[in-house]
């Protein structure tokens, strides 16, 4: 476990120094849960379980600081975004769908919502106030959208059967918020030849995704 | 009520990475709020969303930065969270508004010329959203304009006609600067959309170019 438990008080143990205490490890030593083992971490948090939680932040808060400064910010900024993000993981677990979303999926959308507009170098960072847009939109009453743990397997081969110039111009939309002209600018092409590779690149993962079914 | 004009594959992706501002994501998610179609696409690129995070190396925290975090939640109230409604405040026509403007402030619908009223949309943590209702009436023709960034626009209620088509509520228009258009609301009814810029326009530029209508009406 990345947790330890000291004094009756839960401890985040930086994943680095984990013991696997059985648990399945990746190859670099650290913790890897299926979105099964994550989905019911995030219903004992949402019945205020803190070792869960502390799980769950061992696990998602240094991906969560990674992806923040992919896009951009530093790392003071990025790991305060990130305790905001896990903040508002405790106080949402009730929130949480898993028929809407998969935790990760979840989780990606907290921190998307919470930097979407947002400048890069804003040296104070003020939105302390829980974001109500965090919580996910779910359909109207009573359609199905039964999301599997399949679901997340199949979104990474889709994305692992992209070429890598158009696996690049997904993860910009993801990561870096770059307009068509500054790819343009990184990959020094015309702003047309841009925006038709662009297009060929989401259609090509649409049609990925689709055929999935 | 079937949308026939949907909102791009980028535009669906850029809302769900991210990269689509504030404003016009809520016009987005109005539209995928009725319908299931649009829905999926952005449940998916939501997951590749998720996919990404998943892949990333990790980046140690502070040692300190759970006990921090638990502190927080000791210290503060638990509140619970909920949805919050919009209130009594209802689209013209008496239906309920979108739900993705359920935590947006609407504004007084103001005068802004014959037939056309407008409302600004006050976004919470976002100043800049550009977002506004507005409200043509029956067979009100408006003068050609452009853009002069992207516009997205949703039909809530009524319809209206241009160059390219019909458009009946559900469905979402985005119109980049090189689209020049005459819409003209359909003679059966009012017409109310909602609509946004891209980026950071300065509002003045916006008033101006609707006072510019205005003008040439």
């Known amino acids: 476990m990345n947790v330890a438990i000291s004094a009756g008080r839960y401890r985040y143990v930086p994943a680095t120094a984990a013991s696997t205490s059985g648990r399945r490890a990746s190859a670099r030593g650290l913790m890897a849960y299926s979105e099964e083992e994550l989905r019911s971490k995030m219903s004992a948090v949402a019945t205020g379980d803190r070792q869960s939680f502390a799980e769950l932040f061992a696990y ?12 951009g910010y530093d790392a003071a900024l990025a790991e305060e975004i990130a305790q905001e993000v896990m903040l508002a993981v405790w106080r949402k677990a009730g929130l949480y769908d898993a028929a809407r979303a998969n935790p990760t999926t979840w989780i990606f959308s907290i921190v998307r919502n919470r930097t979407i507009d947002r400048f890069r170098n804003e040296r104070r960072h003020t939105l302390i106030a829980p974001d109500p847009s965090d919580e996910v939109e779910g359909p109207p009453d009573g359609e199905a959208v039964l999301v ?32 068509h002209s500054q790819i343009a600018t990184d990959l020094s092409l015309p702003l047309g030849t841009v925006k038709s590779r662009v297009r060929l690149a989401i259609a090509h993962l649409r049609k990925l995704l689709d055929d999935r079914e | 009520m079937t949308a026939v004009h949907h909102p791009s594959d980028e535009t669906l992706l850029r809302c769900a990475a991210g990269s ?12 995928t709020d009725t319908c299931q179609q649009c829905r999926r696409t952005m449940a998916r690129f939501e997951a590749v969303g998720g996919a ?51 935590h947006a402030r609407i504004g007084k619908f103001r005068w802004l010329g014959p037939g056309f009223r407008r409302s600004n949309v006050a976004v919470a943590g976002h100043p800049r959203a550009n977002l506004m209702l507005m409200h043509i009436g029956a067979a009100r023709k408006m003068p050609d304009h452009g853009h ?46 909602l609509a946004a810029l891209e980026g950071d326009m300065r509002l003045k530029g916006v008033i101006g170019r609707f006072m510019q209508w205005f003008m040439r009406a």
């Open chain 1, 60 to 71: 998602f808060a240094p991906k969560v600081k990674s992806l923040l400064m992919r896009k």
């Open chain 1, 148 to 179: 599997t743990s399949d679901e997340e397997r199949e979104v990474r081969a889709a994305l692992s059967r992209l070429s890598e110039e158009q696996a690049l111009i997904i993860r910009s939309f993801y990561f870096d918020d770059k307009s």
């Open chain 2, 20 to 31: 689509l501002s504030a404003g016009p994501a809520i016009v987005v998610r109005a539209h």
């Open chain 2, 52 to 102: 990404l995070l998943k892949e990333i190396e990790p980046t140690p925290l502070n040692d300190a930065a759970f006990d921090d975090v638990l502190l927080k939640i000791d210290a503060s109230v638990v509140r619970p969270m909920t949805t919050k409604p919009l209130g009594d405040v209802s689209m013209p026509n008496g239906n309920p508004y979108p739900r993705s403007l359920a």
């Open chain 2, 148 to 193: 002069t960034g992207v516009e997205y626009t949703l039909v809530l209620s009524g319809s209206f006609s241009d160059q390219s088509g019909r458009y009946v509520a559900g469905d979402f228009i985005e119109l980049d600067s090189s689209v020049e258009h005459q819409p003209i609301v359909d003679p059966d009814g009012a017409c109310l959309c």
